[in-house]
Structure formats: C-alpha cells, structure tokens
C-alpha cells in the first residue's frame, strides 16, 4: 500500500510569491491534515480536510489556505511569502475524521525556502 | 487549547542503554497519545500509541506509561541500537479541537 505522497519535494520562492503544495493520501483515508515544521516551533497544525471540507484550522494567518478534491487528494495554498514561512510543510492522511484515535500517516514533506 | 512539553531536548545514550523522553499535557479532555519518530528527510512515522483507559503499552523495546492524574506520559527505549537515532516526538489529541498537539520534540543519540 503506497504511503502519503507530496510534491514538490523541494521549493525555493522570494518574497511576495505564491505558493500551492500537493498531498496525495493513502488509498481509502478521507481525512488530510496539514502542519508546518520549524526548528524554533515546532509541528503545528495548519489545517484538516474531510470529505472535501475544513474540518478543523490552527492559528494562522489567512494567507494560508487549502482544498481537498473529492480523491480526497488536497493542496495548500501560501500567498505573498514571508521569510518566516520557510519550513517543512507535513501532510498527514487517516481514515475518517470521526475518530480522534485514528492513526495518522504522515508523508515525506515539503521544504520551503523563503529568499 | 492543549499544551504539550517534551523533555529533553536531546539525549545521547550509549548503544544497549535505555532511553526515556518525558511530555506533560495540560487539558484533561485528551485522550490518545501517539509517539512518532523522524529521521532526517523523513516525516514523522507512528511508533506506539496508547490511549486514556490504559497505563501501559510495550511493543518490543519499546514501551509508553500514561499518568492521567499527573496529566504525563512518557516513551522508555530498551537496549538503544544506533539505528534509533533519530528526533522523537509525542502528542496528545482529545475531544476538543479536533487536532494533534505536538511536543517540541527530542533528539536521541545512540552511540555505538
């Protein structure tokens, strides 16, 4: 059974741009998650999709956005890029969002560069 | 919302020594508890979970306790091999928000 995927693995981007980051689920989870990693802070959790709608958001600005298609496969959105958006960006599938206690999968993230 | 603090920061243990990393929550509501371990350029993989209604979970060398009362859970490593190498981190999620809260994180050295 193949993992959570994302793509781009990789992205570097000036200040001001846009950015949209893809996150494929594992086959049959509805449910997909999306954290920001940083040395000083940390996981924190963006936001969660089920069922191709916002389920849950964390606290950040509204720059930050995302969908999910209804192959459950979901994409955020980063606009007018700040510095302090460099990070790795997670995704993470699980099978519904009706059980907190679902195991949750994460893929291999994306590194964002902020120049 | 809920707190998470994870302590320590790093570890370094010699290889078949055990190793323990320690979190505290601050709501009462959570109620699972899963520890994931990230290796570099990796993301986060599941290793042990445990949930409210046990104090205790072991799967190999690997073993989680729960306090509820003193709102700490704790991960216990035995006989470290250096392929443990690797940033540990622990969670807790419950009732309310709907979300994971992620410790800081611990980064474990086993030396050979």
């Known amino acids: 059974k193949a993992g959570v995927t994302q793509t781009p693995r990789y992205l570097i981007k000036t200040r001001g741009q846009q950015v949209t980051l893809s996150c494929s689920p594992i086959?049959?989870?509805?449910?997909v998650s999306w954290y920001q990693q940083t040395p000083g802070q940390g996981l924190q959790f963006l936001f969660e999709y089920f069922s191709e709608t916002q389920r849950n958001k964390g606290n950040f600005p509204g720059r930050f956005s995302g969908r999910q298609f209804s192959n459950s496969r979901s994409e955020m959105n980063v606009s007018t890029l700040e510095l302090g958006d460099s990070a790795l960006y997670l995704c993470?599938?699980?099978?519904?969002?009706?059980?907190?206690?679902?195991?949750?999968?994460f893929g291999p993230g994306t590194r964002l560069t902020v120049l | 919302g809920e707190n998470v603090e994870q302590h320590p920061s790093t570890l370094s243990v010699q290889e078949g020594d055990s190793a323990v990393i320690k979190c505290t929550y601050s709501d009462s509501a959570s109620n699972y508890f899963p520890w994931y371990k990230q290796e570099l350029g990796k993301g986060p993989q599941l290793i042990i979970d445990?949930?409210?209604?046990?104090g205790e979970k072991k799967d190999q060398r690997i073993a989680v306790t729960l306090n509820k009362t003193a709102k700490h859970f704790s991960l216990h490593i035995t006989e470290t091999q250096p392929e443990d190498s690797a940033v540990y981190f622990c969670?807790?999620?419950?009732?309310?928000?709907?979300?994971?809260?992620f410790g800081t994180g611990t980064s474990l050295t086993v030396i050979p």
């Open positions: 445990i949930r409210s209604n046990v």
């Open positions: 086959s049959g989870h509805r449910s």
């Open positions: 969670a807790a999620s419950g009732n309310t928000g709907n979300q994971f809260y």
């Open positions: 993470a599938s699980k099978r519904t969002a009706a059980s907190l206690t679902d195991t949750q999968y």
